[in-house]
């Protein structure tokens, strides 16, 4: 029994991953990833054409497709996401590229309100905000 899924740099799984374990993409995933409870890193070199359903999700790679995280969502520095990501927690950095709504989620995972819409291009005030040189979660 393995206790986490890796996809290394220069392979590439076409198709759905569902599974109960957290796991780590530094290559390609075509198809939507569900690890309900856990958590899921896409790193810098790592690419997802589909959407992401964990706990935890970090990228710091591209998606294309929606993200949520029932619990935090962190995009790093060269993060790229082109669709929505929804979650109660997150950290995302200033020079991250987001083509898509952000919205916060309640803990029943429904929404509560949308921080920023592309279609209207305005950001809460909130989202990045300074604290001892670091982007704080709201």
């Given at each position: 029994?393995?206790?986490?899924?890796?996809?290394?740099?220069?392979?590439?799984?076409?198709?759905?991953?569902?599974?109960?374990?957290?796991?780590?993409?530094?290559?390609?995933?075509?198809?939507?990833?569900?690890?309900?409870?856990?958590?899921?890193?896409?790193?810098?070199?790592?690419?997802?054409?589909?959407?992401?359903?964990?706990?935890?999700?970090?990228?710091?790679?591209?998606?294309?497709?929606?993200?949520?995280?029932?619990?935090?969502?962190?995009?790093?520095?060269?993060?790229?996401?082109?669709?929505?990501?929804?979650?109660?927690?997150?950290?995302?950095?200033?020079?991250?590229?987001?083509?898509?709504?952000?919205?916060?989620?309640?803990?029943?995972?429904?929404?509560?309100?949308?921080?920023?819409?592309?279609?209207?291009?305005q950001?809460?005030?909130?989202?990045?905000?300074?604290?001892?040189?670091?982007?704080s979660w709201?």
């Amino acid at each position: 029994m393995y206790n986490s899924f890796f996809i290394p740099e220069g392979f590439t799984l076409t198709g759905h991953i569902d599974g109960t374990v957290p796991g780590r993409i530094e290559g390609t995933v075509i198809g939507d990833i569900y690890m309900k409870g856990f958590k899921v890193i896409v790193s810098e070199t790592g690419f997802v054409q589909g959407s992401i359903y964990a706990a935890d999700i970090i990228i710091g790679g591209k998606v294309k497709g929606d993200i949520y995280a029932e619990k935090s969502a962190v995009i790093e520095e060269h993060g790229e996401i082109t669709g929505d990501i929804c979650s109660s927690e997150m950290y995302i950095h200033p020079n991250t590229k987001i083509g898509g709504n952000i919205k916060k989620t309640g803990k029943d995972g429904k929404v509560i309100e949308t921080i920023y819409q592309t279609d209207q291009h305005q950001k809460k005030e909130y989202l990045v905000t300074e604290k001892n040189n670091e982007n704080s979660w709201w």
